[in-house]
């Protein structure tokens, strides 16, 4: 009979700094100062305009004293007036609110159908998905400025004509930005789409048998959701932009509302 060999020592295994007890666990990084002075200022934009009914302000559309004009007068407006002798602060606070309000009611009206769109697209790989990338590329190939202002013109109608229904011009824009941001929407939302769609799980839910709109709305859609919102943000800075633009060219608001 051989002799009974002795197991072989375990090597030595080198212990997890992080787990030993005592030890210091490394340190998270927080957000930096450059991302607390951006919510800082977001937070005091929209703030301002969401209370400016209760801010110690002028009214926007009435001309202070003249003797009020000037930043460093006492009593004067703090940025002065403009050339109709209007506070301009008021005016900036006011417009913002405005401006903020159609850029978000624009962006969440792109967000449903330009995601609705954009989700099928991604799943649906045949005729239905195609005919939709090529609208989408149609609508991405006319200038967003020019689109704006062909929808708002053709919605306001003639404004020589007072007879009929018209829509409120703030409306009319919310209409025209939000159909500006669809295609922006709706492309992000199908690239993300195409890729979620061929996961394990998609296919593994497809293969017990769950339908079309379950797969969509349980298995891609959650996942597909945060690129939509990081791009619906980077279209609501879009679509004030365009909105100031309109406002130039004379088919916003009707004056003195400011925005």
Known sequence: MTAPTTPPAPEAVEADPHLVEGAELPKKKGFGFGFWLS????????GSAALADFLP?????????????????????????????????????????LSLVIA???????????????????????????????????????????????LVSILKGDPNIDEGFKLPVTLILIIALGVVSIPLLARITRASTLAWSQRDFVTAARAQGATHGRILWREVLPN???AMGSIALLGMAIAIVAEGGLAILGASVEPPTAT
């Open 104 to 150: 978000f009611c624009a962006v969440m009206l792109g967000f449903i159908i330009g995601g609705t769109l954009g989700l099928l697209s991604g799943y649906f790989r045949n005729w239905v998905g195609n005919s939709l990338v090529s609208l989408f590329d149609v609508l991405l190939a006319i200038p967003q400025l020019v689109l704006a202002l062909s």
């Open 57 to 97: 302000l002028n009214d926007p559309n009435e001309e202070v004293a003249v003797k009020q004009f000037g930043p460093f007068q006492s009593g004067g407006p703090i940025l002065g007036a403009d050339g109709n002798g209007r506070d301009l602060l008021a005016r900036v606070i006011y417009g913002a609110r």
């Open 39 to 46: 919510v800082g200022w977001l937070a005091l934009i929209i």
């Open 224 to 226: 597909v959701l945060p």
